[in-house]
């Protein structure tokens, strides 16, 4: 208990994350069924080295379907981390750089590796150096890794560059693609809190 305790406090960095749940799923997204067959096949997943790649528009519930399998799989005690970019890159700066190392080989010490939201960070030249530092050491790790994205996978198959294309080659060799095309449930999200703020205000 205490370990998966600290396991959780370790891998989930934002506290959102305690709420992305089996036990919130609203049924509204069929996709999720592929989420209980992940954790479900966890053993071969990680044998096998397979990750996903959860792509899609905005909302469609891609970072509630990674939460999922995390806590998922930290409940059984496995060690899952899920972070970003813009994260990793805020721990990697102003850093020592056998310290940088130490910290990407980290990393790999997880046998789930998830990152939210490929693609929203900046693209500096640093930015994306230490990018594929990640992605490659990963791959190098056999390890599996869940992405999650808002491109199209049009544009990760077709990178604009070289840079690009070393990342995203490795992510789709070792990444499952899995397509959300459902409705943005932030729209829900939205007109619920419009509707009790209505109720509030109209209650002055
Ligand atoms: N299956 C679900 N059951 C209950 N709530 C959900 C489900 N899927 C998503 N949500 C909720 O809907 C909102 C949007 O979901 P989420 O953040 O996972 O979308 P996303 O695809 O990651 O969006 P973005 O591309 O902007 O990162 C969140 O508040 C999340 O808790
Ligand atoms: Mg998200």
Not at 109 to 133: H, P
Request: glycine letters at 6%; one cysteine or more.
């Amino acid at each position: 208990m205490k370990r998966v305790k600290r396991r959780k406090a370790q891998g989930l960095q934002d506290r959102y994350l305690y709420d992305y749940t089996f036990a919130n799923d609203n049924g509204q997204n069929p996709v999720m069924e592929k989420a209980h067959a992940y954790v479900e096949h966890w053993k071969e997943a990680y044998r096998d080295n397979t990750g996903l790649l959860l792509f899609g528009d905005v909302g469609t519930g891609k970072s509630f379907f990674a939460g999922c399998i995390a806590n998922a799989l930290l409940d059984r005690d496995v060690p899952v981390l899920m972070t970003n970019f813009p994260s990793i890159l805020n721990r990697l700066t102003g850093v020592f750089a056998e310290d940088r190392v130490a910290f990407i080989a980290s990393l790999d010490d997880y046998s789930l590796l998830v990152i939210d939201d490929l693609g929203v960070e900046r693209n500096t030249e640093y930015a994306m150096e230490q990018m594929f530092t990640v992605i490659d050491s990963r791959y190098r790790s056999k390890k599996p890794l869940i992405v999650t994205t808002n491109l199209k996978l049009e544009e990760i198959k077709n990178p604009p560059d070289l840079a690009h294309a070393r990342i995203y080659d490795r992510i789709l060799e070792r990444c499952a693609p899995v397509l959300f095309s459902g409705k943005n449930f932030r729209e829900e999200g939205a007109r619920a809190t419009k509707a009790a703020a209505k109720e509030i205000v109209s209650k002055g």
